[in-house]
Nanobody, 126 residues
Framework: QVQLVESGGGLVQAGGSLRLSCVASGRTFSDYAMGWFRQAPGKEREFVAAISWSGGTTRYGDRVKGRFTISRGNAKNPVYLQMNSLKPEDTAVYYC???????????????????WGQGTQVTVSS
């Protein structure tokens, strides 16, 4: 069973930046694709970004493309989400997730991810 722990959330003004981190333990983390999702109150969980197991392929949601960057650290752990030019509509709880399948690409569906962190709150003030 993999365990994922997010950190780096907080309160930031519009236009600012934050970097989220996700540290995984419990299995061979480097063999799995990783993703970031977010969920605002009263809304469905939304795809933000994903990176393939190799780190060679990334994918982004339309609302964050060009502003957010997903990456993997040395030995592919941790996984980072660099968020720039933040907007109030980026306010949400951000979740890190690991794919169900090993050696997988950059998925974007919630169903493709089987392990989830507890989430970290990001609040962007106007």
């Amino acid at each position: 069973q993999v365990q994922l722990v997010e950190s780096g959330g907080g309160l930031v003004q519009a236009g600012g930046s934050l970097r989220l981190s996700c540290v995984a333990s419990g299995r061979t983390f480097s063999d799995y694709a990783m993703g970031w999702f977010r969920q605002a109150p009263g809304k469905e969980r939304e795809f933000v970004a994903a990176i393939s197991w190799s780190g060679g392929t990334t994918r982004y949601g339309d609302r964050v493309k060009g502003r957010f960057t997903i990456s993997r650290g040395n030995a592919k752990n941790p996984v980072y989400l660099q968020m720039n030019s933040l907007k109030p509509e980026d306010t949400a709880v951000y979740y890190c997730a690991a794919s169900r399948a090993r050696y997988s690409g950059s998925y974007s569906r919630v169903a493709d991810f089987g392990s989830w962190g507890q989430g970290t709150q990001v609040t962007v003030s106007s």
